[in-house]
């Protein structure tokens, strides 16, 4: 069993995403459709591309590449979470798709065997120090990184914002809460390796219904993947009773849609221009 356990998420809780692999396969939608679009134009997704999908849960952006005609490689370092992912992609007919157990920072492929490497929704749990290094070998010259989040905005949306409240009483370590959307031009941690070609961000309505909420909630970092399953019930149950109450049985919760487009240095910083 892998698990995330660092200091600086959630007090250094263990965060186990495979605990969460079934509500995670059915309820955790990945960027909208709009998203993939965007990146097409950016020659992200395009028909007979190699892509290598790290951090990727149960197969939801990598599954969305195959589909439009990509050849992906996806990974993860859950035994549970590809389980899952194989099944969502055999279920949808994808030939051209696999999946892996492998972190992100170690990878059995050789030198340059990939045009893309995407990561959605993760990148804030890779080591950056060896998975730069790595991801350099990776890709072909002139290759693409593109890293996607995509984030209900808690301050500006009650329903988001009522259901983190509830998760802060149920599990108060939680640290991922109260994000603002803010996105930097510009990280540190890539201006030495990578030449930013892109970043979109914007915002969308997501339809969601109380059920598909719930479940939503239920494969959260701080629910799922931290608490006993007595926990989530007891969690679940109140999170219900809250919506029900004060929300209804469908409802429209707007995300911010960010993606970052990079491509490697190649040489020496000091040698270019």
């Known amino acids: ?94 030939a051209n798709i696999d999946f892996l157990v492998s972190p992100a920072e170690e990878n059995p492929f050789g030198d340059g065997v990939f045009d893309v490497i995407s990561a959605s929704q993760c990148f804030v749990y890779f080591d950056k120090k060896k998975w730069v290094p790595e991801a350099k070998r990776l890709l072909v ?19 988001s914002g009522e259901t983190e409240r509830l998760v802060l009483k149920h599990n108060p370590d939680w640290s991922a809460h109260s994000l603002k959307g803010h996105v930097n031009q510009f990280e540190d941690w890539f201006t030495s390796d990578f030449y930013q070609t892109a970043l979109i961000v914007y915002d969308e309505d997501i339809k969601f219904t109380r059920e598909i909420w719930r479940g939503r909630i239920r494969a959260l970092r701080g629910i799922g993947a931290s608490l006993s399953p007595e926990q989530v019930q007891k969690f679940d149950e109140e999170h219900d009773k809250m919506l029900k109450d004060s929300f209804g049985d469908e409802f429209v919760i707007p995300h911010r849609v960010i993606a970052r487009v990079l491509t490697p240095k190649i040489g020496n910083k000091k040698n270019e221009l």
Request: positive net charge; without cysteine; charged residues 25%.
């Open 141 to 159: 010259p002139n290759g693409k990184v593109v890293i996607a989040f995509f984030q209900w905005l808690p301050l500006e949306d009650p329903i």
């Open 1 to 94: 069993m892998r698990m995330v356990q660092r200091e600086e998420f959630d007090n250094g809780r263990d965060i186990d995403w495979g605990k969460t692999s079934e509500d995670y396969a059915k309820f955790r939608p990945g960027p909208p459709i709009s998203l993939y679009k965007m990146l097409q134009a950016h020659n992200i997704g395009l028909p007979g591309q190699r892509i290598l999908d790290q951090g990727t849960g149960t197969g939801v952006f990598g599954r969305q590449l195959a589909k439009q005609g990509a050849r992906v490689v996806g990974t993860d370092i859950s035994e549970n979470q590809i389980k899952f992912a194989k099944e969502l992609a055999r279920k949808d007919g994808l």
